[in-house]
């Protein structure tokens, strides 16, 4: 199983401010990772799939990088709606997904 | 605008069973394969089965093989999930989540609000 570590667990920031969230594979998923965003007692929603490709609706403030094992999301400004829990999730091999990112204030 | 909603959820006793289920609108269910994925307080999701668009193949996590069925009917707009010989460690909030397909790949989008499912004595 493909084990996806993220870091840091909290990221403490302020709004107007710049998140950048880390996502780490044990082996390589190539480009097919993406990033979904969960705010309490909401459903989880896809804001980045095969890495960098922003799903419909999605700002332009969030952005993604990486391939092979390492994979970041950029929050290039920070809005008060944005601070939520982020997950990363592979599908090379399977489906699974990372720990989670919580950007606080 | 696509919407998934699950019920079923509820207290069970370890050793039961359980039957959820999803109600798809907003887009064409029977052209899209679904997924279940379930998640614990805390930690992050874990996918456990999908099906199919036509329902003619399924495939399940590890953990729940043999003991959990997911089925679907296209003509209700209706995913089921029935879990059986249920164990604590199933306690979890249970989403069901469409396959949206691109980039020669298989993401989960959108998903529903989910269903609580809770096993205790």
């Known amino acids: 199983e493909i084990v996806l570590t993220q870091s840091p667990a909290t990221l403490s920031l302020s709004p107007g401010e710049r998140a950048t969230l880390s996502c780490r594979a044990s082996?390589?998923?190539?480009?097919?990772l993406a990033w979904y965003q969960q705010k309490p007692g909401q459903a989880p929603r896809l804001l980045i799939y095969?890495?960098?490709n922003r799903a419909t609706g999605i700002p332009a403030r969030f952005s993604g990088s990486g391939s092979g094992t390492d994979f970041t999301l950029t929050i290039s400004s920070l809005e008060p709606e944005d601070f939520a829990v982020y997950f990363c999730?592979?599908?090379?091999?399977?489906?699974?997904f990372g720990q989670g990112t919580r950007v606080d204030i | 605008q696509m919407q998934l909603v699950e019920s079923g959820g509820g207290v069970v006793q370890p050793g039961r069973s359980l039957g959820l289920s999803c109600v798809a609108s907003?887009?064409?269910?029977?052209?899209?394969?679904m997924h279940w994925v379930r998640q614990t307080p805390g930690k992050g999701p874990e996918w456990v089965a999908v099906?199919?668009?036509?329902?003619?193949?399924?495939d399940f996590a590890d953990s729940v093989k043999g003991r959990i069925t997911i089925s679907r009917d296209n003509s209700k707009n209706t995913l089921s999930l029935q879990l059986n010989s249920l164990k604590t460690e199933d306690t979890a909030i249970y989403y069901c989540?469409?396959?949206?397909?691109?980039?020669?790949?298989?993401?989960?989008?959108?998903w529903g609000r989910g269903t609580l499912v809770t096993v205790s004595s």
């Open positions: 989540a469409r396959a949206f397909f691109s980039s020669n790949s298989y993401w989960f989008d959108p």
């Open positions: 907003g887009f064409t269910f029977s052209g899209y394969a």
């Open positions: 099906i199919s668009s036509d329902g003619s193949f399924t």
């Open positions: 082996q390589s998923v190539s480009t097919y």
């Open positions: 095969a890495a960098s």
């Open positions: 999730q592979q599908r090379n091999t399977g489906w699974t």
